[in-house]
Protein backbone atom coordinates (compact mmCIF):
# COMPACT_ATOMS: atom_id res chain seq x y z
CA UNK A 1 0.00 0.00 0.00
CA UNK A 2 1.44 3.69 -1.01
CA UNK A 3 1.22 7.16 0.69
CA UNK A 4 0.65 9.82 -0.81
CA UNK A 5 2.01 12.84 1.04
CA UNK A 6 1.83 16.86 0.62
CA UNK A 7 5.02 18.48 1.44
CA UNK A 8 5.17 22.29 0.57
CA UNK A 9 8.45 22.63 -1.36
CA UNK A 10 8.49 26.18 -0.51
CA UNK A 11 8.68 25.43 3.76
CA UNK A 12 9.88 21.85 2.89
CA UNK A 13 6.80 20.92 5.92
CA UNK A 14 4.93 17.74 5.13
CA UNK A 15 1.55 19.15 5.72
CA UNK A 16 -0.75 15.92 4.86
CA UNK A 17 -0.99 12.25 4.18
CA UNK A 18 -3.15 10.42 2.56
CA UNK A 19 -4.02 6.22 2.87
CA UNK A 20 -3.04 4.31 -0.25
CA UNK A 21 -5.29 1.99 -2.28
CA UNK A 22 -5.17 -1.92 -0.76
CA UNK A 23 -3.87 -4.25 -3.25
CA UNK A 24 -7.28 -6.23 -2.54
CA UNK A 25 -9.61 -3.22 -3.74
CA UNK A 26 -8.04 -3.41 -7.41
CA UNK A 27 -10.14 -6.01 -8.65
CA UNK A 28 -13.10 -4.30 -7.45
CA UNK A 29 -11.95 -0.60 -8.87
CA UNK A 30 -11.89 -1.91 -12.30
CA UNK A 31 -15.39 -3.86 -12.17
CA UNK A 32 -17.14 -0.86 -10.62
CA UNK A 33 -15.34 1.00 -13.43
CA UNK A 34 -16.74 -1.70 -16.28
CA UNK A 35 -20.44 -1.18 -14.50
CA UNK A 36 -20.31 2.64 -14.73
CA UNK A 37 -19.25 2.37 -18.36
CA UNK A 38 -22.30 -0.09 -19.04
CA UNK A 39 -24.81 3.44 -17.49
CA UNK A 40 -22.32 5.73 -19.13
CA UNK A 41 -21.94 4.89 -22.66
CA UNK A 42 -25.74 5.29 -22.89
CA UNK A 43 -26.01 8.43 -21.54
CA UNK A 44 -27.00 10.42 -24.17
CA UNK A 45 -23.95 12.37 -25.84
CA UNK A 46 -25.86 15.70 -24.71
CA UNK A 47 -25.54 15.02 -21.38
CA UNK A 48 -22.53 14.18 -20.74
CA UNK A 49 -21.40 17.26 -22.78
CA UNK A 50 -23.67 19.32 -20.02
CA UNK A 51 -21.74 17.69 -17.30
CA UNK A 52 -18.49 18.82 -18.79
CA UNK A 53 -19.95 22.05 -19.58
CA UNK A 54 -20.88 22.57 -15.57
CA UNK A 55 -17.45 20.94 -14.95
CA UNK A 56 -16.26 24.05 -16.38
CA UNK A 57 -18.14 26.59 -14.60
CA UNK A 58 -16.90 24.81 -11.41
CA UNK A 59 -13.36 25.36 -12.10
CA UNK A 60 -13.75 28.39 -12.84
CA UNK A 61 -16.44 29.52 -9.39
CA UNK A 62 -13.77 27.73 -7.44
CA UNK A 63 -10.23 28.93 -9.34
CA UNK A 64 -8.66 30.18 -6.12
CA UNK A 65 -8.99 27.14 -4.01
CA UNK A 66 -8.03 24.54 -6.77
CA UNK A 67 -4.72 26.88 -7.58
CA UNK A 68 -3.81 26.99 -3.81
CA UNK A 69 -3.54 23.85 -3.30
CA UNK A 70 -0.98 23.16 -6.49
CA UNK A 71 0.99 25.93 -5.06
CA UNK A 72 0.96 23.87 -1.41
CA UNK A 73 1.68 20.82 -3.77
CA UNK A 74 4.35 21.54 -6.05
CA UNK A 75 5.04 24.74 -5.56
CA UNK A 76 3.73 26.58 -8.86
CA UNK A 77 3.20 30.44 -8.44
CA UNK A 78 -0.21 31.90 -7.85
CA UNK A 79 -0.51 33.47 -11.07
CA UNK A 80 0.69 30.60 -12.45
CA UNK A 81 -1.59 28.35 -10.74
CA UNK A 82 -4.92 30.15 -11.64
CA UNK A 83 -4.04 30.03 -15.16
CA UNK A 84 -3.55 26.79 -15.07
CA UNK A 85 -6.76 26.28 -13.60
CA UNK A 86 -8.56 28.64 -16.10
CA UNK A 87 -6.70 26.29 -18.72
CA UNK A 88 -8.32 23.23 -17.55
CA UNK A 89 -11.33 24.93 -17.38
CA UNK A 90 -11.24 25.77 -21.63
CA UNK A 91 -10.62 22.21 -22.18
CA UNK A 92 -13.67 20.90 -20.27
CA UNK A 93 -15.37 23.56 -22.35
CA UNK A 94 -14.67 23.32 -25.59
CA UNK A 95 -15.29 19.73 -25.60
CA UNK A 96 -18.76 20.56 -23.91
CA UNK A 97 -19.69 22.40 -27.28
CA UNK A 98 -17.54 20.76 -30.45
CA UNK A 99 -17.55 17.26 -28.59
CA UNK A 100 -21.29 16.02 -29.80
CA UNK A 101 -20.06 16.99 -33.39
CA UNK A 102 -16.94 14.99 -32.95
CA UNK A 103 -18.55 11.87 -31.77
CA UNK A 104 -21.18 11.95 -34.52
CA UNK A 105 -21.80 9.16 -36.79
CA UNK A 106 -20.19 9.70 -40.93
CA UNK A 107 -21.36 8.69 -43.45
CA UNK A 108 -19.00 7.23 -46.47
CA UNK A 109 -19.45 6.33 -49.44
CA UNK A 110 -22.34 3.47 -49.89
CA UNK A 111 -19.55 1.61 -52.47
CA UNK A 112 -22.24 -0.37 -53.27
CA UNK A 113 -24.51 -0.97 -50.39
CA UNK A 114 -27.26 0.93 -49.39
CA UNK A 115 -25.41 3.02 -46.72
CA UNK A 116 -21.53 2.81 -45.10
CA UNK A 117 -21.88 4.40 -41.93
CA UNK A 118 -18.81 4.95 -39.37
CA UNK A 119 -19.75 5.28 -35.58
CA UNK A 120 -17.50 6.46 -32.83
CA UNK A 121 -17.73 4.35 -29.61
CA UNK A 122 -16.45 4.32 -26.33
CA UNK A 123 -14.36 1.27 -25.89
CA UNK A 124 -14.78 1.08 -21.91
CA UNK A 125 -12.88 2.27 -18.54
CA UNK A 126 -9.33 3.86 -18.87
CA UNK A 127 -6.60 4.58 -16.21
CA UNK A 128 -4.94 7.68 -16.54
CA UNK A 129 -1.27 8.13 -15.16
CA UNK A 130 -0.62 11.57 -14.67
CA UNK A 131 2.30 13.65 -13.54
CA UNK A 132 2.77 16.92 -10.56
CA UNK A 133 4.24 19.38 -13.06
CA UNK A 134 0.65 20.79 -14.44
CA UNK A 135 -1.52 18.76 -12.13
CA UNK A 136 -5.01 19.94 -13.53
CA UNK A 137 -4.05 20.77 -17.09
CA UNK A 138 -2.84 17.32 -17.56
CA UNK A 139 -6.25 15.39 -16.47
CA UNK A 140 -8.42 17.46 -18.72
CA UNK A 141 -6.40 16.85 -21.47
CA UNK A 142 -7.25 13.03 -21.07
CA UNK A 143 -10.52 13.16 -19.04
CA UNK A 144 -12.54 16.08 -20.93
CA UNK A 145 -12.40 13.46 -24.29
CA UNK A 146 -12.96 10.35 -23.06
CA UNK A 147 -16.16 11.43 -20.63
CA UNK A 148 -17.59 13.02 -23.72
CA UNK A 149 -17.01 9.58 -25.69
CA UNK A 150 -18.76 7.53 -22.96
CA UNK A 151 -15.38 5.93 -21.56
CA UNK A 152 -14.57 5.99 -17.68
CA UNK A 153 -11.61 6.40 -16.07
CA UNK A 154 -9.44 5.26 -13.05
CA UNK A 155 -7.03 8.11 -12.54
CA UNK A 156 -3.78 7.81 -10.82
CA UNK A 157 -1.86 10.80 -10.21
CA UNK A 158 1.55 11.47 -8.96
CA UNK A 159 2.18 11.25 -5.21
CA UNK A 160 2.34 14.90 -4.17
CA UNK A 161 -0.76 15.69 -5.61
CA UNK A 162 -3.15 13.60 -3.89
CA UNK A 163 -4.93 16.79 -2.41
CA UNK A 164 -5.71 18.32 -5.93
CA UNK A 165 -6.26 14.68 -7.55
CA UNK A 166 -9.32 14.69 -4.50
CA UNK A 167 -10.63 18.15 -5.61
CA UNK A 168 -10.68 17.05 -8.93
CA UNK A 169 -12.65 14.08 -8.60
CA UNK A 170 -15.37 16.38 -5.98
CA UNK A 171 -15.80 19.05 -8.82
CA UNK A 172 -16.52 15.93 -11.71
CA UNK A 173 -19.14 14.29 -9.41
CA UNK A 174 -21.20 17.39 -8.53
CA UNK A 175 -21.11 18.09 -12.16
CA UNK A 176 -23.39 14.98 -12.05
CA UNK A 177 -20.43 12.68 -13.40
CA UNK A 178 -21.25 9.23 -11.59
CA UNK A 179 -18.63 8.56 -8.68
CA UNK A 180 -17.70 5.41 -10.66
CA UNK A 181 -17.38 6.78 -13.73
CA UNK A 182 -14.48 8.78 -12.65
CA UNK A 183 -12.44 7.25 -9.71
CA UNK A 184 -9.33 8.85 -8.26
CA UNK A 185 -7.56 6.21 -6.68
CA UNK A 186 -3.93 6.83 -4.96
CA UNK A 187 -2.07 3.62 -5.92
CA UNK A 188 1.44 2.58 -6.29
CA UNK A 189 3.30 1.57 -10.13
CA UNK A 190 3.00 -1.79 -9.11
CA UNK A 191 -1.13 -1.52 -9.13
CA UNK A 192 -0.84 0.19 -12.29
CA UNK A 193 0.29 -2.81 -13.75
CA UNK A 194 -2.22 -5.12 -11.95
CA UNK A 195 -4.96 -2.74 -13.09
CA UNK A 196 -3.62 -3.04 -16.60
CA UNK A 197 -3.50 -6.84 -16.47
CA UNK A 198 -7.65 -6.70 -15.30
CA UNK A 199 -10.16 -7.69 -18.62
CA UNK A 200 -12.06 -5.05 -17.83
CA UNK A 201 -9.62 -2.10 -18.41
CA UNK A 202 -9.46 -1.13 -21.97
CA UNK A 203 -6.61 1.49 -22.35
CA UNK A 204 -3.99 3.82 -20.40
CA UNK A 205 -2.98 7.31 -21.04
CA UNK A 206 0.23 8.26 -19.06
CA UNK A 207 2.32 11.74 -19.01
CA UNK A 208 5.70 11.57 -17.43
CA UNK A 209 8.87 10.28 -17.47
CA UNK A 210 10.63 7.81 -20.22
CA UNK A 211 11.37 5.23 -17.76
CA UNK A 212 7.39 5.25 -16.54
CA UNK A 213 6.57 5.63 -20.08
CA UNK A 214 8.39 2.08 -20.99
CA UNK A 215 6.71 0.17 -17.87
CA UNK A 216 3.42 1.22 -18.79
CA UNK A 217 3.77 0.51 -22.50
CA UNK A 218 5.31 -2.49 -21.57
CA UNK A 219 2.29 -3.71 -19.32
CA UNK A 220 -0.19 -2.43 -22.11
CA UNK A 221 1.02 -4.43 -25.15
CA UNK A 222 1.51 -7.29 -22.56
CA UNK A 223 -2.12 -7.40 -22.01
CA UNK A 224 -3.21 -6.42 -25.31
CA UNK A 225 -4.39 -2.56 -24.38
CA UNK A 226 -4.58 0.70 -25.86
CA UNK A 227 -1.87 3.34 -24.54
CA UNK A 228 -0.93 7.22 -25.47
CA UNK A 229 2.14 8.04 -24.23
CA UNK A 230 3.14 11.77 -23.54
CA UNK A 231 6.90 11.63 -22.48
CA UNK A 232 9.65 14.09 -22.00
CA UNK A 233 11.30 16.53 -24.41
CA UNK A 234 14.43 18.89 -24.69
CA UNK A 235 13.13 21.67 -27.35
CA UNK A 236 14.74 23.80 -29.64
CA UNK A 237 14.45 27.68 -30.13
CA UNK A 238 15.73 28.62 -33.28
CA UNK A 239 16.55 32.22 -33.37
CA UNK A 240 17.43 33.33 -36.95
CA UNK A 241 17.01 36.82 -36.76
CA UNK A 242 15.41 39.45 -34.81
CA UNK A 243 14.90 43.30 -34.41
CA UNK A 244 13.88 43.44 -30.86
CA UNK A 245 16.60 41.29 -29.16
CA UNK A 246 15.43 42.73 -25.88
CA UNK A 247 12.11 41.47 -25.95
CA UNK A 248 13.01 38.11 -27.77
CA UNK A 249 15.39 37.41 -24.81
CA UNK A 250 12.34 38.86 -22.38
CA UNK A 251 9.99 36.03 -24.31
CA UNK A 252 13.05 33.32 -23.89
CA UNK A 253 13.61 33.86 -20.03
CA UNK A 254 9.66 33.61 -19.66
CA UNK A 255 9.09 30.51 -21.71
CA UNK A 256 11.86 28.67 -19.56
CA UNK A 257 11.16 29.64 -15.83
CA UNK A 258 8.06 29.28 -16.47
CA UNK A 259 6.69 26.56 -13.79
CA UNK A 260 10.18 26.72 -12.30
CA UNK A 261 11.57 25.11 -15.66
CA UNK A 262 9.50 21.73 -15.49
CA UNK A 263 7.49 21.57 -18.10
CA UNK A 264 8.18 18.63 -21.02
CA UNK A 265 7.31 21.51 -23.88
CA UNK A 266 9.69 24.19 -22.39
CA UNK A 267 12.16 25.42 -24.84
CA UNK A 268 15.71 23.97 -23.21
CA UNK A 269 17.99 24.25 -26.30
CA UNK A 270 18.53 27.73 -27.33
CA UNK A 271 19.93 27.73 -30.46
CA UNK A 272 21.18 30.78 -32.21
CA UNK A 273 23.49 31.93 -34.95
CA UNK A 274 26.41 33.55 -34.19
CA UNK A 275 26.01 37.44 -35.07
CA UNK A 276 23.20 37.20 -32.29
CA UNK A 277 24.98 34.86 -29.91
CA UNK A 278 26.83 36.95 -27.51
CA UNK A 279 24.36 39.70 -27.11
CA UNK A 280 21.27 36.68 -26.68
CA UNK A 281 23.72 34.85 -24.01
CA UNK A 282 24.23 38.45 -22.30
CA UNK A 283 20.45 39.31 -22.30
CA UNK A 284 19.63 35.69 -21.19
CA UNK A 285 21.87 35.90 -18.67
CA UNK A 286 20.52 39.41 -17.12
CA UNK A 287 17.19 38.46 -17.29
CA UNK A 288 17.95 35.11 -15.28
CA UNK A 289 19.63 37.12 -12.90
CA UNK A 290 16.08 39.75 -12.40
CA UNK A 291 13.98 36.65 -11.98
CA UNK A 292 12.37 36.80 -8.16
CA UNK A 293 13.30 33.24 -6.52
CA UNK A 294 11.00 32.65 -3.43
CA UNK A 295 7.50 31.90 -1.77
CA UNK A 296 5.31 31.05 -4.97
CA UNK A 297 2.11 32.79 -3.07
CA UNK A 298 4.16 35.92 -3.11
CA UNK A 299 2.91 37.88 -6.55
CA UNK A 300 6.13 39.54 -7.18
CA UNK A 301 7.68 35.73 -7.41
CA UNK A 302 8.79 34.62 -10.82
CA UNK A 303 9.99 31.57 -9.57
CA UNK A 304 8.88 29.09 -7.37
CA UNK A 305 10.62 26.08 -5.85
CA UNK A 306 11.12 22.64 -7.68
CA UNK A 307 8.01 20.40 -6.75
CA UNK A 308 10.86 18.42 -4.32
CA UNK A 309 14.08 19.25 -2.78
CA UNK A 310 15.42 15.53 -4.50
CA UNK A 311 13.88 17.25 -7.94
CA UNK A 312 15.91 20.54 -7.20
CA UNK A 313 19.10 18.31 -6.23
CA UNK A 314 18.88 16.35 -9.35
CA UNK A 315 18.69 19.36 -11.46
CA UNK A 316 21.96 20.81 -9.59
CA UNK A 317 23.77 17.91 -10.13
CA UNK A 318 23.41 17.89 -14.06
CA UNK A 319 24.12 21.48 -14.12
CA UNK A 320 27.30 20.67 -12.15
CA UNK A 321 28.03 17.46 -14.43
CA UNK A 322 27.73 19.77 -17.19
CA UNK A 323 30.65 22.54 -15.71
CA UNK A 324 32.63 19.05 -14.68
CA UNK A 325 32.89 17.85 -18.26
CA UNK A 326 33.77 21.25 -19.42
CA UNK A 327 30.18 23.74 -19.79
CA UNK A 328 30.59 27.35 -19.04
CA UNK A 329 28.26 28.22 -16.50
CA UNK A 330 27.21 31.95 -16.71
CA UNK A 331 24.89 32.63 -13.62
CA UNK A 332 22.98 30.63 -11.15
CA UNK A 333 22.58 26.58 -10.67
CA UNK A 334 23.45 26.19 -7.15
CA UNK A 335 20.35 25.09 -4.43
CA UNK A 336 19.39 28.39 -2.75
CA UNK A 337 20.08 27.84 1.64
CA UNK A 338 17.06 27.56 3.73
CA UNK A 339 13.85 25.35 3.60
CA UNK A 340 12.51 24.63 0.67
CA UNK A 341 13.61 23.14 -3.31
CA UNK A 342 14.97 26.47 -4.67
CA UNK A 343 17.56 26.64 -7.24
CA UNK A 344 18.85 29.92 -8.59
CA UNK A 345 18.29 30.03 -12.68
CA UNK A 346 21.39 28.48 -14.17
CA UNK A 347 22.90 29.74 -17.87
CA UNK A 348 24.88 27.18 -19.70
CA UNK A 349 27.16 27.38 -22.74
CA UNK A 350 29.77 25.34 -24.36
CA UNK A 351 28.03 21.88 -24.41
CA UNK A 352 28.97 19.71 -26.52
CA UNK A 353 27.95 15.86 -27.81
CA UNK A 354 30.26 14.21 -24.71
CA UNK A 355 28.57 15.74 -22.17
CA UNK A 356 25.60 14.13 -21.08
CA UNK A 357 23.87 17.61 -21.14
CA UNK A 358 23.70 17.37 -24.77
CA UNK A 359 21.32 14.49 -25.04
CA UNK A 360 19.01 14.72 -21.51
CA UNK A 361 16.58 16.53 -20.03
CA UNK A 362 17.18 19.10 -17.10
CA UNK A 363 13.54 19.37 -15.75
CA UNK A 364 14.21 22.98 -14.17
CA UNK A 365 15.28 26.51 -14.02
CA UNK A 366 18.42 25.37 -17.07
CA UNK A 367 18.66 27.38 -20.08
CA UNK A 368 21.58 25.82 -22.36
CA UNK A 369 22.88 28.13 -25.42
CA UNK A 370 24.21 26.73 -28.67
CA UNK A 371 25.86 28.82 -31.13
CA UNK A 372 25.41 27.85 -35.23
CA UNK A 373 26.64 29.23 -38.56
CA UNK A 374 23.50 28.22 -40.34
CA UNK A 375 20.26 27.83 -40.27
CA UNK A 376 21.38 24.08 -41.61
CA UNK A 377 23.71 23.56 -38.90
CA UNK A 378 20.76 24.50 -36.21
CA UNK A 379 18.28 21.86 -37.58
CA UNK A 380 21.09 19.26 -37.96
CA UNK A 381 21.41 20.40 -33.79
CA UNK A 382 18.05 20.64 -32.93
CA UNK A 383 17.38 17.02 -34.60
CA UNK A 384 20.24 15.47 -32.69
CA UNK A 385 18.69 14.03 -29.63
CA UNK A 386 16.36 11.16 -29.21
CA UNK A 387 13.02 13.48 -28.20
CA UNK A 388 10.64 15.14 -30.35
CA UNK A 389 8.20 17.07 -28.66
CA UNK A 390 8.13 20.35 -29.82
CA UNK A 391 10.18 23.29 -30.72
CA UNK A 392 10.21 26.85 -32.29
CA UNK A 393 11.84 29.13 -35.07
CA UNK A 394 12.17 32.57 -34.55
CA UNK A 395 12.52 35.38 -37.34
CA UNK A 396 11.11 38.21 -39.03
CA UNK A 397 11.41 36.20 -42.25
CA UNK A 398 8.21 33.75 -41.20
CA UNK A 399 8.71 32.30 -45.13
CA UNK A 400 12.22 31.55 -44.20
CA UNK A 401 11.05 30.49 -40.22
CA UNK A 402 8.58 27.90 -42.48
CA UNK A 403 11.31 26.17 -43.89
CA UNK A 404 13.16 25.20 -40.97
CA UNK A 405 10.36 24.52 -38.95
CA UNK A 406 8.96 22.15 -41.46
CA UNK A 407 12.65 20.04 -40.95
CA UNK A 408 12.31 19.40 -37.46
CA UNK A 409 11.58 16.21 -36.18
CA UNK A 410 8.71 17.29 -33.52
CA UNK A 411 5.03 16.59 -32.85
CA UNK A 412 4.52 20.24 -32.31
CA UNK A 413 6.99 23.11 -34.44
CA UNK A 414 5.81 26.86 -33.90
CA UNK A 415 7.10 30.15 -35.36
CA UNK A 416 7.64 33.15 -33.35
CA UNK A 417 5.77 31.62 -30.07
CA UNK A 418 6.61 28.49 -28.09
CA UNK A 419 4.66 25.74 -26.47
CA UNK A 420 1.56 27.06 -27.08
CA UNK A 421 -1.66 24.87 -25.81
CA UNK A 422 -5.17 25.63 -27.02
CA UNK A 423 -8.46 23.19 -26.21
CA UNK A 424 -8.63 23.02 -29.83
CA UNK A 425 -4.78 22.07 -30.78
CA UNK A 426 -3.46 18.54 -31.14
CA UNK A 427 -1.04 17.68 -28.28
CA UNK A 428 1.74 15.08 -29.00
CA UNK A 429 5.69 14.31 -29.81
CA UNK A 430 7.27 11.07 -31.59
CA UNK A 431 10.32 9.45 -30.88
CA UNK A 432 11.19 9.39 -27.37
CA UNK A 433 8.24 12.10 -26.23
CA UNK A 434 6.07 9.69 -26.85
CA UNK A 435 3.16 8.68 -29.15
CA UNK A 436 -0.53 9.39 -29.80
CA UNK A 437 -2.20 12.69 -29.86
CA UNK A 438 -4.58 14.68 -27.16
CA UNK A 439 -6.75 18.23 -27.65
CA UNK A 440 -9.31 18.78 -30.18
CA UNK A 441 -10.47 16.47 -32.20
CA UNK A 442 -7.64 14.11 -32.37
CA UNK A 443 -7.78 13.70 -28.34
CA UNK A 444 -11.07 12.19 -29.47
CA UNK A 445 -9.89 10.11 -31.57
CA UNK A 446 -7.31 7.51 -29.01
CA UNK A 447 -9.51 5.39 -27.18
CA UNK A 448 -12.50 4.92 -29.50
CA UNK A 449 -13.89 2.35 -31.82
CA UNK A 450 -14.34 3.77 -34.98
CA UNK A 451 -16.96 0.96 -36.05
CA UNK A 452 -18.14 0.21 -39.25
CA UNK A 453 -22.20 -0.25 -39.43
CA UNK A 454 -22.79 -1.45 -43.29
CA UNK A 455 -26.19 -1.91 -44.92
CA UNK A 456 -27.19 -4.14 -48.04
CA UNK A 457 -30.72 -5.10 -49.31
CA UNK A 458 -30.95 -8.58 -48.59
Not at 37 to 43: G, I, K, N, S
Not at 73 to 94: C, D, F, H, N, S
Not at 367 to 374: E, P, R, T
Request: some cysteine; charged content about 20%.
Amino acid sequence: MSTYVTTNPATGTTEQEFPGLADEQIPEVAERSAEAFERWRLTPVTERAAALARTADLYEQRSTELAAAITREMGKPTEQAVGEVQLAAAIYRWYAENGPDLVAPEQLDPQGADESLVQKLPIGPLVGVMPWNYPYYQVARFAAPNLLLGNTIILKHASICAASSRLMADVLHDSSVPEDAYINVYASAGQVAELLAHPAIRGVSLTGSERAGAAVATEAAKNLKKSVLELGGSDPFILLDTEDMAKTVRTAARARLSNAGQACNSPKRFIVVDDLYDDFVRGLVDEFDRAVVGDPSDPDTDVGPLSSVSARDTVAEQISTAVRQGATLHTGGSPIEGDGAFLRPAVLTGITPEMAAYSEEIFGPAAMVYKVSSADEAVRLANDVEFGLSGSVWSTDTARAAEVADRLDVGMAYINEHGTTLPGLPFGGVNHSGYGRELGRWGAGEFVNTKLRRTSAH
